[in-house]
């Protein structure tokens, strides 16, 4: 699998072809640079098709404990979310290939 910063293909791949799953990209890197243009301009280059969000609290502190308890801030990160069940897994760190499916598979 790739990073995101070298393409987004693989996430946009399963966001197209698993009609009941939604990927949603995160930027989390705003307080780095804070420079939103910068994500603009790579989503339209990379032509994400996928809901992008972009994270702008300075304080990381603030909100990563709201994501999983256990986040120390390590990126990249994947959070699989059902939110019919609730079942949930959190991956500190780059994804494998065919792991993102494994992940979606676990909390269905």
């Known amino acids: 699998m790739r990073t995101l910063r070298k393409g987004n293909t693989y996430f946009e791949k399963v966001n197209r072809e698993l009609l009941d799953v939604k990927v949603t990209l995160v930027s989390m890197d705003i307080d780095q640079d804070p420079n939103p243009q910068k994500v603009y301009k790579f989503v339209a280059r990379k032509d994400i098709k ?59």
């Open 50 to 108: 996928s809901q992008v969000l972009i994270i702008d609290e300075k304080n990381p502190r603030l909100w990563l404990k709201k994501i999983d308890k256990n986040w120390v801030r390590n990126i990249p990160v994947t959070l699989v979310v059902n939110s019919g069940n609730g079942k949930r897994k959190f991956i500190e760190r780059q994804l494998k290939n065919g792991e993102l499916e494994q992940l979606i598979n676990e909390v269905r």
